[in-house]
């Protein structure tokens, strides 16, 4: 988004320079800076109602409400409801996911065991480097059956959202 906002605005710097340096040759009139910078942020924001981009960055996001430019949002997605249950019996349940900020890029994995109580009894998070969200889900389903066995959870009941990982651990 913000790249086409910053060609034009580049253009825009020029053609107001220009303008304002003619206006002050040939007609004697002198314009302040600050006018002159106001008139330009205020032609960026126009700019960037053509240009209904999606933010892409946290620079953006910070940067866009400065200069006042129009930002584009994402449409939002579906809200699902997820719910957690508790396990039975001597069952320990372990709750694990990974994921990386970008794919591939720096990724972590984390699980939490709890007992039938819902307690929390245990937790760990390890951070990846460089990985898919691929192997940071298997990743943190393998980190925590080695913490499971170290722990000597005898029934541990597993969970995750990595239904890619799931056919390749049947098979």
């Not at 790249?3 to 020029?14: C, K, S």
């Amino acid at each position: 988004m913000l790249e086409d906002i910053w060609m034009e605005g580049l253009i825009l710097v020029a053609c107001k320079l220009w303008l304002s340096r003619n206006l002050a040759c040939f007609e004697g009139v002198r314009q302040c800076s600050q006018g002159i910078l106001m008139r330009m942020v205020n032609d960026m924001r126009d700019i960037s109602l053509w240009h209904p981009g999606i933010i892409s960055s946290i620079n953006e996001l910070e940067f866009t409400p400065r200069f006042h430019l129009n930002r584009g949002y994402r449409k939002s997605p579906t809200i699902k409801q997820v719910l957690w249950t508790k396990s039975f019996g001597r069952w320990v349940k372990l709750n694990v996911d990974g994921s990386s900020f970008g794919n591939p890029g720096p990724a972590s994995a984390g699980g939490i065991f709890r007992n039938a109580n819902g307690e929390v009894i245990a937790m760990f998070s390890a951070y990846i480097r460089l990985a898919t969200n691929y192997i940071a889900d298997f990743t943190a389903l393998m980190i925590g059956l080695q913490h499971a066995s170290e722990f000597d959870f005898t029934n541990p009941w597993m969970e995750c959202d990595w239904t890619a990982g799931v056919p390749s651990l049947l098979s």
